[in-house]
């Protein structure tokens, strides 16, 4: 298994909010994550970086994950210790208070993969016969467009398109959205936060992922693709490759 990730301040942001990374158990089975801060007095990088470190931390010390009934109960554990831990520090910080962040998580196998998330960070999968988005934005838009309120293309320009309806940490409880699928040999895992998805469509990232396997170099051409259409949001992302034929070791980040 291969995977990169990037994160960018893109360019109009003063400071990156986005946190993520790449964790190994030590067993072949890696962690992604990719969180974007938000809200509180700038203080959108501390919820997205607690995020980051509560679960690596919790990761560390887990040598196997089994089954995907195990590894789903893991993650929605880690995601509610996780909302209570950034809830509490926005209570008691007040430059924190009103502080969250969206968050996309994948727990790695090489059998399945188990993918946790809460707000508008997303989760892809790509392989020779199709590019899907596995998870569902809990975002205002597509809340209009799954009601027939507004089109797909008409989301993509709405003005509150960035308002989300679900955040970790801005609540005293919050329901995660959990699912595990299969994946083969040479198969892609794009997880990545909005400031990607709103400059990329859907058919380009496709196009993108299936032009090479360097993914580092294709991650670094969507970061670069985002900032040259505006790049008014950061922008992260993880890129994740199934290949059981190459010898494992811990992944470049």
Known sequence: MEGHFLTDRGQVR???EDSGGIFSNGNGQYLAIIADGMGGHQAGDVASEMATSIIEEKWRKIEK?????ETEEWLKNALLEMNTSIYQHSLEKEECQGMGTTIVVAVCTEEFISV???????CYLYNDFSFKQITEDHSLVNALVQSGQISKED??????KNVVLRALGTSETVEPDIQTINWEDGDKLLLCSDGLTDKVRDHELAEYLKSTNDIEGVGKLLVD???ERGGEDNVSLIILQHETSVEEGEPSC
């Open 14 to 16: 003063s400071h990156n």
């Open 65 to 69: 994950l089994l089954s995907p009934e």
């Open 116 to 122: 946790a998330h809460i707000g508008d960070s997303r």
């Open 155 to 160: 989301a993509l320009q709405h003005p509150r």
């Open 225 to 227: 693709l985002a900032n």
